[in-house]
């Protein structure tokens, strides 16, 4: 199994303009999670997904737009990049079960300029 | 979710013990304790968890105290490998799409 993948690794974004960030894992698991990490600090929650289909909001989710057609792929959509999105953003993905653990993903450094 | 508390950072000899506390005194039945560490640069990673008693699995053990407001990740033989961000989280046992709420975390750093 490959896991959580991450697609870009890197990429710098103009001010305006709009991408995606794309997130897959291959081991079946029901939920999925967008969350960012700002410099010195922890983890932030953008968007999560507990299903194909279904979507929900996170704790910083303004600017970031995310869908969930298949059980493998969660992509994350900049809708129009912003300075304030510079980040590092970490892709994860779990069973439903009450002991489920996270699997990340390696992570894609966005740059905003 | 509970609120955790974790000292900034914390130094251990390589071979010796690290003990990390986490304190969630607000922490209530319905809630796990979590622990993830984060090596520079790379996702989290998932170590072990627990609700009431104490936990050992192959990278740590977790011990809870009676009244569940403190909790201590205890890494038997620290490694230079293991020098990382550790984070305590707690989580409610069911809803809410897994979903997890990181704190700053605890820097250790292993020594030779």
């Known amino acids: 199994n490959a896991g959580v993948t991450q697609t870009p690794k890197f990429q710098v974004l103009k001010t305006g303009q709009s991408m995606t960030l794309q997130c897959a894992q291959d081991m079946n698991h029901e939920y999925m999670s967008w969350y960012r990490q700002d410099p010195g600090m922890g983890l932030r929650l953008i968007h999560y997904s507990v299903g194909a289909g279904i979507t929900d909001q996170g704790e910083v989710p303004n600017g970031y737009n995310v869908s969930r057609s298949t059980t493998e792929d969660f992509p994350l959509r900049l809708l129009s990049a912003a300075p304030s999105q510079t980040s590092v953003y970490f892709c994860a993905s779990s069973t439903s079960s009450s002991y489920n653990e996270q699997f990340f993903g390696p992570g894609t450094r966005l740059t905003v300029l | 979710d509970a609120k955790t508390t974790q000292p900034t950072s914390m130094d251990c000899a390589e071979g010796r013990a690290a003990n990390l506390p986490c304190n969630h005194s607000?922490?209530?039945?319905?809630?796990?304790v979590y622990w993830y560490r984060q090596i520079h640069s790379q996702g989290p990673q998932y170590i072990i968890h627990g609700l009431k008693n104490n936990e050992t699995n192959e990278m740590a053990s977790l011990i809870i105290t009676e009244d569940r407001k403190s909790s201590t990740l205890i890494l038997p033989h620290a490694t230079l490998r293991d020098t990382a961000v550790y984070y305590c989280i707690v989580r409610m046992i069911t809803g809410g799409g897994n979903k997890l709420t990181f704190g700053t975390g605890t820097q250790l750093k292993v020594e030779l």
């Open positions: 607000t922490i209530s039945g319905n809630e796990y």
